[in-house]
């Protein structure tokens, strides 16, 4: 039994406009993602639908708040679609300083440090982490969401490819229809 059944199943039955549209919802989304990331593009989950209601304007209330501390400077996050969804937090820290975050793990990649934040589901994609930063002398916060990495794509889209920028444009339809079912 396959996800698709199970979600045509809801489709064609006896359930709440809700379900059936964060079922659609749920679908369109993970067609982009198909499209996105170039698998199974010959059997797509759902045909895909119209995301041209989302704007930066839509998103714009999910800008990202602080840059961090004078040693820990937020320099950005990323998001990571995967079977769970994790935003990523990047920071600059100067030479001798030391970058902690309350309650997270700190790695490292390149020249750049890194917080995840993990399994976020649909419903909480707009939910704003904040991050309490320390760089060994001064703490700030810098809070994001899942889709504050969507409304960068959008207010920057002439630096993306259109295949990244249609699926952040499902991704937080994906997460109004959720919003909506689950209340």
Do not use: P, W
């Not at 209601?53 to 501390?69: I, N, P, R, W």
């Not at 004078?70 to 995967?82: R, T």
């Amino acid at each position: 039994y396959s996800v698709k059944a199970y979600a045509n199943d809801i489709l064609t039955g006896n359930y709440t406009d809700s379900a059936k549209n964060l079922v659609r919802a749920m679908l369109n989304y993970g067609a982009y993602a198909q499209v996105h990331f170039g698998y199974n593009t010959e059997n797509l989950a759902a045909e895909l639908g119209d995301i041209s209601s989302v704007t930066e304007d839509s998103l714009s209330g999910y800008a990202s708040t602080s840059v961090g501390t004078d040693k820990a400077k937020f320099v950005g996050c990323s998001l990571i679609l995967e079977s769970e969804t994790t935003l990523r937090f990047f920071f600059e820290v100067a030479e001798g300083a030391t970058l902690t975050v309350d309650g997270y793990e700190v790695n490292t990649r390149g020249d750049y440090y890194y917080v995840d934040v993990t399994n976020i589901s649909a419903k909480d994609l707009d939910t704003v982490q904040t991050l309490t930063v320390s760089d060994g002398t001064n703490e700030e916060t810098v809070s994001a969401s899942a889709l504050t990495y969507c409304y960068n794509v959008l207010s920057n889209e002439s630096d993306f490819n259109a295949d990244l920028v249609n699926l952040v444009k499902a991704l937080y339809l994906y997460n109004v229809a959720a919003n909506a079912y689950f209340g």
